[in-house]
């Protein structure tokens, strides 16, 4: 059966009608893998810095001899994706928690933590280790969701005895 004058074939209907769950789907696998890359790269470069502890406390007892002290800063920012922002808009209509930007707020803390302690690679601890997160848009019009994550510590480095 032809199409009428001013109809579209039906194959092309369905193709026009498919657009958007095409463009959903492809926005859903590109966040998915680029966060999944950003927490392989995390988790690899913990590993590096497992044996140095960023303590939240200010002071502990027992400690060598310090040679030196100095505030280190590591600070991130990280938006969500744009399926995230999409499923966030269902979020905002019907209420709940954003599950989705959970991740966004762990990957920030991380990386802000790793950024602060890869700026003082010699300290031996990092003392009153600090997190502040603040958001950099409140996704006001169409603004996409940032959060801005900042570590903060002192870097501290024990003498090393004689040898």
Known sequence: MEPQPGELPQGLEILIFSIPFLV?????????????????????R????????????????DLPAVASAEMVVGSVVISVDHF????????KIFGGEMK?????IDRGRREAILRMKESSPEA??????????SSVSKGKGKAVGC???????????????AE
Not at 151 to 156: E, L
């Open 24 to 44: 959903l789907l492809l926005a859903y696998i590109t966040g998915k893998v680029i966060e999944k890359r950003h927490y392989a790269n995390i988790h690899d």
């Open 46 to 61: 913990e590993e590096n810095w497992v044996n140095i502890p960023a303590i939240t406390g200010k002071h502990l007892p």
């Open 84 to 91: 995230k922002r999409f499923l966030s808009g269902f979020r």
């Open 100 to 104: 989705s930007y959970s991740s966004v």
């Open 124 to 133: 031996d601890l990092f003392l009153n280790c600090r997190l502040e997160t």
């Open 147 to 161: 959060a801005e994550v900042l570590a903060y510590a002192t870097a501290v480095r024990f003498e090393r005895p």
